[in-house]
């Protein structure tokens, strides 16, 4: 049979150290990929929830919220780092993007980290004390202003919006669908709340004010304010939650069920080891996140057997350690009945 490359052909020297060269080069050039690692899972009901306004009943077991740690973005990750991070087990290989938005810096992301962990503990507190009869008074907060449109100074963020063209507002949707009934260029008259300038105390009342406003229009030419707006309800009962080094949504769920476990006489815990994960809206859905794999796998090397995971992430779960059960959710609700139903 005939060679198709005659073994008298030899490569030349210099195109031999050229292919060597470049496979090293490939080794250590960057690239755009992160390397995602089990984090250590912290108890929430040991210290980390303080509770003002309501009696704090004892639990006998732990809840436990996960993490992963992720490279940050500005890291050097060179193409031997990713072939060892594939070659290992407890590491996850993903693309920068679906992590980190595009040209984000290492503080821009600890800052939106930081911003999305205070709003995961916001909208813990509120399905908590809901779906425990808590009753809450609803407030629309302006959380930022368009400086494109005619609200730019007229509104600022933390006005309360109490009601435009006097119907009076409990929720974003009727701001939402009172503005299909409008178009850009009409003037809209809005009530408000607003903090004085120069306050003097905690307990000085807010000033009532009016401001007229010019909608603008969006491309599809929907009028719209230019603002921002975020829903908060305002309870009785105050909640802090304070954890090390973590940031990020997905620890609502964790947040919600031992605010729960706190909150009433009922011992769900019993002794337990709880861990778990998942976004949670006002309303107690949850929402799925990233690094479930890495996540489970943290909750079982602490001993952990039970992990609750958004019903959103179940078809990416696989090679469930031995000894813990993942049980997946789609509300807060749908985890304190499970719960509730394997105590013994």
Same mark, same amino acid.
């Given at each position: 049979?005939?060679?198709?490359?005659?073994s008298? /052909?030899k490569?030349?020297?210099?195109?031999?150290?050229?292919?060597?060269?470049?496979?090293?080069?490939?080794f250590?050039?960057?690239?755009?990929?992160?390397?995602?690692?089990?984090?250590t899972?912290?108890?929430?009901?040991?210290?980390? +929830?303080?509770?003002?306004?309501?009696?704090?009943?004892?639990?006998?077991?732990?809840?436990?919220?996960?993490s992963?740690?992720v490279?940050?973005?500005?890291s050097?990750?060179?193409?031997?780092?990713?072939?060892?991070?594939?070659?290992?087990?407890e590491?996850?290989?993903l693309?920068?993007?679906?992590?980190?938005?595009?040209?984000e810096?290492?503080?821009?992301?600890?800052?939106?980290?930081?911003?999305?962990?205070?709003?995961?503990?916001?909208?813990?507190?509120?399905?908590?004390?809901?779906?425990?009869?808590?009753?809450g008074q609803?407030?629309l907060?302006?959380?930022?202003? /368009?400086e494109?449109?005619?609200?730019?100074?007229?509104?600022i963020?933390g006005?309360? +919006?109490?009601?435009?063209?006097d119907?009076?507002?409990?929720?974003?949707?009727?701001?939402?669908?009172?503005?299909?009934?409008k178009?850009?260029?009409?003037?809209?008259t809005?009530?408000?709340m607003?903090? %004085?300038?120069?306050?003097?105390s905690?307990t000085?009342s807010?000033?009532e004010?009016?401001?007229?406003v010019?909608?603008?229009?969006?491309d599809?030419n929907s009028?719209?304010?230019?603002?921002?707006?975020?829903?908060?309800q305002?309870?009785?009962i105050? *909640?802090? +939650?304070?954890?090390?080094?973590?940031?990020?949504p997905?620890?609502?769920?964790?947040?919600?069920?031992?605010?729960?476990?706190l909150?009433?006489?009922?011992?769900?815990?019993?002794?337990?080891?709880?861990?778990?994960?998942?976004?949670?809206?006002?309303?107690?859905?949850?929402? %799925?996140?990233?690094g479930?794999?890495?996540?489970?796998?943290?909750?079982?090397?602490?001993?952990?057997?039970?992990?609750?995971?958004? *019903?959103?992430?179940?078809?990416?779960?696989?090679?469930t %350690?031995?000894?813990?059960?993942?049980?997946?959710?789609?509300?807060?609700?749908?985890?304190?009945?499970?719960?509730?139903?394997?105590?013994?």
């Open positions: 049979m005939r060679r198709l490359f005659p008298g /052909n490569l030349p020297r210099f195109s031999k150290y050229l292919f060597v060269s470049l496979v090293l080069v490939a250590f050039i960057p690239t755009p990929y992160v390397l995602l690692s089990p984090g899972p912290q108890n929430v009901l040991n210290s980390a +929830i303080t509770i003002t306004g309501a009696q704090v009943f004892p639990t006998t077991g732990k809840m436990a919220v996960t992963i740690m490279t940050n973005p500005d050097y990750m060179t193409g031997f780092d990713i072939l060892y991070g594939w070659a290992t087990a590491q996850a290989v693309p920068r993007i679906e992590i980190y938005p595009d040209n810096s290492v503080e821009e992301s600890i800052q939106q980290g930081a911003a999305d962990m205070q709003a995961s503990q916001v909208s813990a507190t509120t399905a908590t004390l809901t779906l425990l009869g808590y009753k609803t407030k907060i302006v959380n930022s202003v /368009n494109k449109t005619d609200s730019f100074k007229k509104l963020a006005d309360q +919006i109490i009601e435009i063209d119907r009076q507002l409990t929720s974003t949707n009727q701001l939402l669908d009172y503005l299909k009934s178009k850009p260029g009409e003037v809209v809005l009530k408000l607003r903090e %004085p300038v120069a306050q003097k905690s000085q807010l000033v004010l009016t401001v007229e010019k909608l603008s229009a969006r599809d009028a719209f304010i230019g603002i921002t707006v975020e829903t908060v305002e309870f009785p105050s *909640v802090k +939650i304070k954890l090390a080094e973590t940031g990020g997905s620890g609502g769920l964790v947040f919600s069920i031992g605010l729960v476990e909150l009433t006489e009922i011992d769900f815990m019993q002794g337990r080891h709880i861990a778990g994960t998942g976004t949670i809206t006002d309303r107690g859905v949850v929402g %799925p996140i990233g479930i794999n890495e996540k489970i796998l943290s909750a079982k090397k602490v001993g952990a057997t039970i992990f609750f995971a958004p *019903v959103g992430n179940a078809e990416e779960i696989a090679n %350690p031995e000894g813990i059960k993942v049980i997946t959710v789609a509300t807060l609700a749908q985890a304190i009945s499970y719960l509730e139903r394997t105590r013994k």
